[in-house]
């Protein structure tokens, strides 16, 4: 798979010869994918969470899984428009026996408030909910991340409230899609 795309929007999910490249080098990454260079800023917690998923839940998961890469990856979420990765979205991994996967996305604090999460989110679920063996996406947020909170609402996610105290639990049915 190259790629999905929305009105502004391009989602590539990366393979894990890609995300090798990201491990020793973003400005590699953004090479082999053509793309302009961008520093990509975003909050400290965000950023060490996400190099959390590139060493321990990408990496692994597309060397265990070659052929449905595409549920254990990060997808870039690139603005084509300018030819940069603007942030990046993907799953926890492939649908478990409930049909339940968790989503996850981060975006460059440069381009936030110009509603490219919500579209980038949108085309994600529309791209997996395509596959039947989906039948929920679940998504964490802190409690006071409000955007985060306006994404998943815009896009149909019911909050299900605090099931611990730090996260508040998202979930968006097939049938509410």
Wanted: net charge negative.
């Amino acid at each position: 798979m190259d790629a999905i795309y929305s009105e502004r929007l391009k989602l590539v999910p990366l393979t894990n010869r890609q995300l090798q490249l990201w491990a020793q080098s973003r400005t590699a990454l953004e090479k082999e994918l053509g793309l302009n260079a961008n520093i990509i800023q975003m909050d400290t917690q965000i950023a060490a969470e996400l190099q959390d998923a590139l060493l321990n839940t990408w990496l692994p998961g597309t060397a265990a899984h070659p052929n449905h890469y595409f549920w254990v990856t990060n997808w870039e979420i690139i603005l084509p428009e300018k030819n940069i990765s603007v942030g990046g979205i993907g799953f926890a991994g492939l649908p478990d026996a409930n049909g339940e996967t968790m989503v996850g996305y981060g975006l460059d604090a440069k381009h936030h408030g110009r509603g490219y999460a919500s579209e980038a989110l949108a085309c994600l679920l529309r791209w997996a909910f395509g596959h039947e063996t989906l039948k929920a996406v679940i998504a964490t947020t802190p409690p006071d991340n409000y955007p985060s909170h306006k994404v998943l609402t815009k896009n149909g996610f019911t909050n299900l409230g605090h099931l611990d105290p730090e996260y508040i639990y998202w979930r968006l049915e097939r049938s509410n899609f």
